[in-house]
């Protein structure tokens, strides 16, 4: 008998013997019952099942065959993925606690290290969390919050003016609207328009979110040792990451300089004083590392949303003019044009707020979340998920639930309307997530929204020099934060320089 074996019968040998030992292997870690899903494979996972550019939409198609609950693996971890207005409500809401955990993808360990409020975890997560949002009581929620919001947007409204009617791209000056908000927050600080500095920051930002967004993190979340060792992207990302948190530990050392006792003018001097009262505490999370990764945190989560956020706004008012004349009745009735708008005037105005509401249901920002763990042993649906494994609220299954929606794919205002045009409350809008995890900067962004808009609409009319048939509002596809195509508008001043400079002198 001829016992020797082709190099393509040993090859297939070997690979087999590998999948069995990793198939029986895999579950060790993860001693729980993980829900079903589609057949992994050695090393990989479900990696060639994913489309890199769209995740989120694998995971949809997989939720048609596998139900709400089901696990995906990537290279070398499952993720469970939950499904659906009802599953996702159940994990965040009814089981909060337990699903409470942040999982640190490879892409976000290197560069946060577990430390910040958005990647930390335990006793640690929640003394940043407790003081952020305190904190950002005093500087990015209240009265002196909204004063600011409209003294920027002053300055918009003149960038606006200046194009005088002229098409332009409004990305730019709506980052820095957002930029100025975040950054006075953090470090008290607001930057002109054309000051070198600041385009420098927001290009780090900017940059940052576009490798977050593109294939490469998908990518180096599966092989982060391969991919760390490949130049390109790697480089630019890590090189940006830096660059912002020199500039960042920069302020926090010229804050230590000038600090005062009782009197804290932003965040990191508050965090500045909690560490001094904190020094004796053994187990106090108010350190430098935290410091600096949560005021990272908060740079990179205020800008590229809200200012996103915003671009859609005024790129769907030019394709739907007979929306944008709906809220400029609004306007017109609850503001009027001789004072500014005040957050009050949000719940005389269903429209506006159906309008800014259904714009983040539609464009589904962060469409798979930011990754969640589970901090116990849990039983969730017949499976008993272990501590500490990944999970994905999938935000996109429940804005675009069509259980919940009327017409879940398209731009429909009526969504958050009642029958008698009051504004309708959804416990399925879940733009900042839910629980208690849910996004800290929910309060400030929902102000901007509102205040930024009204104050604009007060002003301009925005249209388009393309047909507006032609605008093209669905989101381009990505990884993480989706982003709009980006078109020329006009802003069409509603009112003369001149009566416009009599209402600002009063
Ligand atoms: C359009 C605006 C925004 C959207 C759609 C948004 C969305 C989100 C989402 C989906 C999460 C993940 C929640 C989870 O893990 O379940 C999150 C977390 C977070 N967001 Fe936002 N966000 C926005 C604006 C902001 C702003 C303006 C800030 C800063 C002031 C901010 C700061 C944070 C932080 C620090 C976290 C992490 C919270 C934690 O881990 O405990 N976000 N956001």
Known sequence: MDLSLSGTTLLVIMLSILFI????????????????GPLAWPIVGNLFQMDLRAPHKTLIKLN????????????????????????????????GNEFSGRYLFPVFKSMSNGYGIGFSN?????????????TMRNFGMGKNSEEQILEESQHLIAYFRNKK????????????ISANIICSIIFGERFNYDNKNFHKLIQMVTEIFLTLSSPWTQLYNNFPRIMNLLPG???KFFQ????LKSFLNKTIQSHKESLQKDFFRDYIDSFLLKMDEDKSGINSEFILENLLLSTFNLLLAGIETVSTTQLWFLQILAKYPEIQEKILCEID??????????IEDRAKMPYTDAFIHEVQRYIDIVPMNIPHMTTSDVEFRGYLIPKGTFVIPLLTSVLKDANHWETPESFNPNHFLDENGCFKKSTNFMAFSAGKRTCVGEALSRMQFFL???????????????DREDIDISPVTSSFLVAPRVYEICAVARKSDLEHLMNVSN
């Open 21 to 36: 030992v990793w198939f029986f292997k895999r579950d060790q870690p993860h001693k729980g019952r993980l829900p079903p």
């Open 64 to 95: 048609e065959q596998y139900g709400p609950v089901y696990t995906f693996w990537f290279s070398g971890y499952p993720a469970v993925v939950v499904c659906g207005a009802e599953a996702v409500k159940e994990a965040l809401i009814d089981h």
């Open 122 to 134: 335990g006793e640690r997560w929640r003394q940043l969390r407790r003081f952020t949002l305190s």
């Open 165 to 176: 009617g002229r098409p332009f791209r409004a990305d730019f000056p709506l980052r820095c």
């Open 233 to 235: 992207s790697n480089q």
């Open 240 to 243: 940006s990451v830096a660059n």
């Open 333 to 342: 009735m609850v503001i009027g044009s001789n004072r500014r708008p005040a």
């Open 452 to 466: 930024i808009l009204t104050s604009l609409l007060q002003n301009f009319v925005f249209t388009s020099v393309i």
